[in-house]
């Protein structure tokens, strides 16, 4: 599958990706990126029928950069759905991204077997489940203390302060403190360090408390534990006020000087357990005698015509592609994964893959259009639009992808060579071609493989082109092989 606007791409693509990006437009209390553990996923069948079984799946994922260890994932909120394993399962640990080996921070997923109520009438019920884990949050700065003619001669500039914090869901900073200024024939310095400890994250501290506080003093050769001069911390532990959850720390303590300027290091440290909540998830229970919703309609399984694995993907299709993006025609789907990969989900498409390698090693200083993004998985998504991770990319979206293609909409996505992952973002963008082209096959097929700009413009001839021939030969095949005709499963409207 190919983009649609390589030349204006790569002229116009000059984007900076910043890790500790948010999502929400700025509110910082919609942040992810930066903030602990961030809830990748949480899906299941958005409809099922009266006592049917179905599965439930949560994808956490470490976006901070300390540990998140003792991890538990509670389906507090059934709505008189059944759990059939564990409702709490849990997580030892999840490593952090480590940024300059370009690491992804560690995921996990917990998956429910549930089964809906036994009802008469359609009713939607609500799931929500809550994670909690403990997670640390560090800051450092620095202060100087020096006397007032030194001071007065070099200017405060000459003593340059700065403070950081590490990112979690709760951020501890220290406040950058100016010099502090010694008279003559003083022999030491009354200083004050001010903390803040804040939730940023989108979740709550349990029991508004942090422990396991220090701060430690280093300087002059010597290493000093401060935390007992901070009245407010009590045996390492401190309450958070409000709905916010903050709190300010002043600490003070007397240094020794002599003559010349002194620079000391702060560093804090502190311990809490959090937790975040997953938005409620509706799921739509039919009435009835409990029979599955695949008795309605029945999508039979092909058989593998030439040995390829289709087998180990159809249910997925038909849970995915049909049943959650609503593309009805599982055997299109089927025959488009055939064709980009065999329906090998470790597929990748090696030209791409080695253009974007040799640009990175520095044999080339043309960038692909595609990025770190070359076609990959079971439908060969490709291109930051399309294939992005977590999120397809907003630069230039008007530009990239048709207008039925809704970025909010598109499913989260953490590794392109997941099979499922893959299919709810290929299905994804599937469907808006399909609404873009009134549910022309020929159409999207074609948009999907060569770009909808160029099949819009009539670059293309959607009917009698190499990848639709081969495309539609295989759904045909499928639907041969099942007993189907072209009419139960129209390929043009």
């Not at 409990?290 to 390829?308: D, K, M």
């Not at 989900?345 to 044999?363: D, H, I, R």
Request: hydrophobic share 35%; proline share 5%; glycine share 8%.
């Amino acid at each position: 599958m190919k983009s649609l606007n390589k030349l204006l791409v790569i002229s116009l693509l000059a984007i900076v990706l910043i890790f500790s990006g948010c999502i929400g437009g700025g509110d910082r209390k919609n942040q992810t990126f930066g903030s602990g553990l961030n809830v990748i996923s949480f899906t299941a069948l958005r409809q099922v029928d009266s006592a049917e079984q179905f599965d439930l799946d949560l994808v956490v994922q470490n976006i901070g950069d300390k540990d998140a260890t003792n991890i538990q994932a509670d389906l507090f909120q059934t709505s008189a759905i059944t759990i059939l394993n564990n409702r709490v399962q849990t997580e030892s640990r999840l490593l952090p991204p480590d940024i300059e080996k370009g690491i992804e921070g560690e995921d996990t997923i917990f998956s429910w077997s549930l089964q809906a109520p036994t009802l008469t009438e359609d009713q939607t019920k609500s799931l929500q489940a809550r994670i909690t884990y403990d997670y640390t949050s560090t800051a450092t700065s620095n202060l100087y203390i020096v006397s007032k003619a030194e001071l007065d001669e070099k200017g405060a500039h000459a003593f340059p302060t700065y403070s950081t914090s590490s990112r979690g869901p709760v951020t501890l900073s220290i406040v950058e403190m100016p010099p502090f200024k010694v008279t003559s024939g003083q022999t030491n310095a009354r200083v004050q360090v001010n903390l803040i400890i804040e939730n940023t994250g989108f979740g709550r501290v349990v029991n508004n408390e942090v422990r396991d506080f220090a701060i430690v003093l280093k300087g002059e050769g010597t290493e000093r534990d401060i935390t007992n001069n901070c009245p407010d911390i009590v045996s390492g532990r401190i309450k958070l006020y409000g709905k916010e959850q903050e709190r300010s720390i002043r600490c003070s303590l007397v240094l020794p000087f002599s003559e010349t300027a002194v620079s000391y290091i702060v560093e804090a440290e502190m311990g809490y357990t959090y937790y975040i909540d997953t938005n409620p998830l509706a799921v739509r229970v039919k009435g009835g005698t409990g029979t599955s919703s695949t008795t309605v309609i029945t999508y039979r399984q092909p058989a593998s015509l030439q040995n390829e694995p289709i087998g180990d993907w159809w249910d997925d299709i038909v849970d995915i592609c049909v049943d959650k993006w609503g593309l009805r025609d599982p055997y299109f789907i089927a025959a488009i994964v055939k064709k980009e990969s065999w329906f090998d989900a470790s597929a990748f498409n090696a030209g791409e893959k080695q253009a974007w390698e040799a640009y990175q090693s520095g044999q080339t200083t043309v960038k692909p259009w595609h990025e770190e993004y070359y076609g990959k998985g079971l439908m060969q998504i490709t291109g930051p639009w399309i294939a992005g991770v977590p999120r397809p990319s907003t630069f230039e979206w008007q530009y990239n992808m048709p207008p039925e293609a809704i970025q909010t909409q598109a499913p989260v996505m953490t590794d392109a060579y997941n099979g499922r992952q893959n299919l709810d973002r290929g299905c994804w963008y599937m469907k808006a071609l399909l609404n873009h082209y009134g549910n022309d096959q020929y159409k999207a097929a074609t948009a999907y493989r060569f770009g909808w700009q160029g099949t819009d413009a009539g670059s293309f001839d959607p009917y009698d082109n190499n990848y639709v021939n081969d495309v539609f030969r295989y759904k045909s095949e499928y639907l041969q092989n099942v007993g189907y005709t072209e009419n139960q499963f129209p390929s043009r409207p």
